[in-house]
């Protein structure tokens, strides 16, 4: 029992089998006891061994070692058993001390340190205790990460296998959402956009608006935020697209003008005329599929915007991951980087400066 106190004292012989089953309770209640080996210590997984000998019995985490001039010990305290109430949270990931969290991440060079870099930030955004700072970081880190592994098929297999299993599905959803995004921008840009890049609303106003569109028209809210995610980065890019389209949601003029209300650029606005079309497309009655087309209609859209969708419906925090992605622009001399506060009336050539 803990507190009780050991001394030595002569006992008349103890039939074998007793001693076997006193010194077995003692091993379970975790009591450090002498030994006549040599070192007079007992090592955790000779403990361990002898006692999984024993049917139904399991062996303590560990076993303190036990100086030979020892009087008395105390029995630490047993935790109990993990439960679905209580189990630990899993450690926090990290790439090492001193991350600088306001830093732009950079992707690794090779297969297998990307894989890790994958890893580590889908752990940080899946974990609950993540500051806002670190969802910011990690869910930076996961973009770059997807954005280098969509150019690099021939590593696929590399970084798959080193993965964690449960995390296979997720980078797979990941690319292949990129990989279809990819495809009408094969030749890279000589110039950078006639844009200006802003702050999004924060994650939990941006979620409560997708709730409203949902709540409103019954389009699911995890296929608004993957089509503002898709369109704008959540919001960041205020310009418009090459086809005439504007705001978050980038609405054609002539379809604003017939789905729309309010103002255009107007996160609240748009994201709630937005649902109105997808709902009008049968988004709101199950036919999402043919709702993104009507949106988009290009069936690379519909997938990659699905692929999305379905990642934040698996898990809401993947969305988390998501509003920290930022904006990339594919250049001739590599991707560029354009941060908040980035602003041009005019499309203008790229230079190396541009990289960063």
């Given amino acids: 029992m803990p507190g009780a106190r050991a001394t030595r004292i002569g006992l008349p012989p103890v039939p074998r089998r007793l001693l076997v089953a006193a010194l077995v309770a003692a091993l379970a209640a975790g009591v450090a006891f002498e030994t006549n080996t040599p070192d007079s210590e007992v090592s955790t997984s000779a403990t361990s061994e002898r006692m999984s000998r024993v049917p139904g019995l399991r062996a303590p985490a560990a076993v303190a070692p036990v100086a030979e001039a020892a009087e008395s010990v105390e029995s630490p305290p047993v935790p ?19 991350l600088d969290l306001a830093a732009v991440p950079v992707a690794a060079d090779d297969p297998v340190a990307l894989a890790e870099q994958i890893r580590v930030a889908e752990q940080a955004i899946r974990l609950p205790s993540s500051t806002a700072e670190e969802l910011a970081y990690y ?15 021939e590593w696929d297999a590399t970084v798959t296998a080193a993965l964690p299993e449960e995390l296979r599905p997720v980078m797979a959803a990941n690319l292949g959402a990129g990989r279809e995004l990819a495809r ?17 609303l924060p994650a939990a106003e941006l979620r409560a608006l997708y709730e409203e569109g949902e709540a409103t028209f019954g389009v699911p809210w995890e296929y608004l935020a993957a089509v503002n995610l898709t369109e704008t980065r959540m919001g960041r890019i205020r310009g418009l697209s090459s086809a005439g389209a504007q705001g978050p949601m980038q609405f054609i003029p002539s379809t604003w003008a017939v789905y729309g209300e ?24 199950g036919n999402l599929p043919n709702a993104l087309f009507r949106y988009n209609p290009v069936q690379w859209y519909v997938d990659a915007v699905t692929a999305y969708a379905e990642q934040i419906v698996a ?34 050539p790229v230079t190396p400066a541009d990289l960063g």
């Fill in 262 to 285: 309010g103002d255009i650029n107007d996160p609240h606005d748009a994201i709630l005329s937005a649902a109105r079309y997808l709902a009008a497309n049968g988004g709101g009655s």
């Fill in 184 to 200: 009408p921008h094969s030749k890279p840009q000589t110039k950078l956009p006639a844009w200006k890049i802003v702050e999004p």
């Fill in 315 to 348: 898990d809401e925090r993947a969305f988390l991951g998501y509003h920290a992605w930022q904006v990339y622009y594919a250049t001739s001399l590599g991707d560029v980087l354009l941060p908040v506060g980035y602003e041009s009336a005019e499309r203008r």
């Fill in 139 to 153: 869910g930076h880190l996961q973009q770059v990460a997807y954005r280098v592994l969509t150019d690099r098929p």
């Fill in 80 to 98: 109990a058993p993990p439960t679905a109430g209580n189990a630990p949270e899993p450690p926090p990931a990290t790439l090492g001390t001193g």
